[in-house]
């Protein structure tokens, strides 16, 4: 049984480009959820995909954004990279949109931001 | 609003000592309690969760977390530590919710646990 999957593991890019960051939720899961995580600090909840539409969202600007696949896979986008930008992108997944319990966790994708 | 606030930045244990991590949480409503371990390089793994119910809750590796209503706290708890119980621990909180509108996990800064032999 397959856990959720983050592709890629590291990525270092350059302000002001873009990137996009991949997950597979675990099987049988249905809602995948994005955070990104600061050195030195908990994670924060960027948005969630539920049903291919984003349900909810944290305090994150719009060049965040998303994308969730009739497979469940996910998409995370950050346009118009910042210094800032650069953390640990945690995907999670779980079941059933807000009616789910506990969420399961990816590796991981490093992101550093030159 | 929701918060979750862990007063340690770092926890030290002797192994074999009774470990404590303390936690507490501020939500309006009725919460969704969570543990989570992380180790270096890695993502976080989950370690047990209050739902309802009995306040002990059992959770992996022989971790234990109670659920204190009126102290708003979910103290992370072990009778016996090992070092390879030293990892960074985060609490997370959620609201209840009946529909699809979400279940965002909100997370306190984390404690590091040291486990000296």
């Known amino acids: 049984d397959a856990g959720v999957t983050q592709s890629p593991t590291h990525l270092i890019k350059t302000r002001g480009q873009q990137v996009t960051l991949r997950c597979s939720p675990k099987?049988?899961?249905?809602?995948v959820s994005w955070y990104q995580q600061a050195l030195g600090q908990g994670p924060q909840f960027i948005f969630q995909?539920?049903?291919?539409?984003?349900?909810q969202r944290g305090n994150f600007p719009d060049r965040f954004s998303g994308h969730q696949f009739p497979n469940y896979s996910s998409e995370l986008n950050v346009n118009a990279l910042l210094l800032g930008d650069s953390a640990l992108y945690l995907c999670?997944?779980?079941?059933?949109?807000?009616?789910?319990?506990?969420?399961?966790f990816g590796p991981g994708t490093r992101l550093t931001v030159t | 609003a929701q918060s979750v606030a862990q007063p340690e930045d770092q926890v030290n244990v002797a192994e074999g000592n009774p470990l404590t991590v303390k936690c507490t949480y501020s939500?309006?409503?009725?919460?969704?309690l969570f543990w989570y371990v992380q180790y270096p390089n890695r993502g976080l793994q989950f370690l047990l969760k209050?739902?309802?119910?009995?306040?002990l809750v059992k959770g992996s590796y022989g971790f234990e977390a109670e659920f204190n209503k009126s102290q708003t706290s979910f103290h992370l708890k072990k009778p016996s530590a090992l070092v390879s119980d030293s990892a960074l621990y985060f609490c997370?909180?959620?609201?209840?919710?009946?529909?699809?509108?979400?279940?965002?996990?909100?997370f306190g800064g984390g404690t590091r646990l040291m486990v000296k032999p």
């Open positions: 939500v309006s409503g009725n919460p969704y």
């Open positions: 099987s049988g899961h249905d809602t």
């Open positions: 995909y539920y049903e291919e539409e984003e349900r």
């Open positions: 999670a997944s779980s079941l059933g949109g807000g009616t789910g319990y506990e969420q399961y």
């Open positions: 997370a909180v959620r609201l209840k919710s009946y529909n699809n509108a979400g279940n965002m996990l909100t």
């Open positions: 209050y739902i309802t119910g009995d306040n």
